[in-house]
């Protein structure tokens, strides 16, 4: 049993940054991969970035790569999406993670087996 917690979403322009945190609790999370997750009006859920359960590895979807960064604090059960040079496209709700038992390098939602509430990022052009 776990609960996450997103925030740090907002409106924001076309350039600018934000930073979504992800505060777990009811259990710890630090030997599970997370990651975060964006749904866009009338989109799937695509994976956004994951990270390995001590941080070294870390996967990062090609549209993100260069300007979002992933990253895990364990010792306060919270991971976060530092998020640069924001897009339009970047506009969706988005949602932290946790990978189900052994799902090491999983990229698919349905292998996610633990979600948050989400936070809506909105960038303007």
């Known amino acids: 049993q776990v609960q996450l917690v997103e925030s740090g979403g907002g409106l924001v322009q076309a350039g600018g940054s934000l930073r979504l945190s992800c505060a777990a609790s009811?259990?710890?999370?630090?030997?599970?991969?997370t990651g975060w997750f964006r749904q866009a009006p009338g989109k799937e859920r695509e994976i956004v970035a994951r990270?390995?359960?001590?941080?070294?590895?870390?996967y990062y979807a090609d549209s993100v790569k260069g300007r979002f960064t992933i990253s895990r604090d364990n010792a306060n059960n919270t991971m976060s999406l530092q998020m640069n040079s924001v897009k339009p496209e970047d506009t969706a709700v988005y949602y932290c993670?946790?990978?189900?038992?052994?799902?090491?390098?999983?990229?698919?939602?349905?292998?996610?087996?633990?979600w948050g509430q989400g936070t809506q990022v909105t960038v303007s052009s």
């Open positions: 990270i390995s359960p001590t941080g070294k590895m870390k």
């Open positions: 993670a946790i990978a189900n038992t052994n799902y090491y390098y999983a990229n698919r939602a349905a292998d996610f087996g633990s």
């Open positions: 009811g259990r710890t999370i630090s030997g599970s991969t």
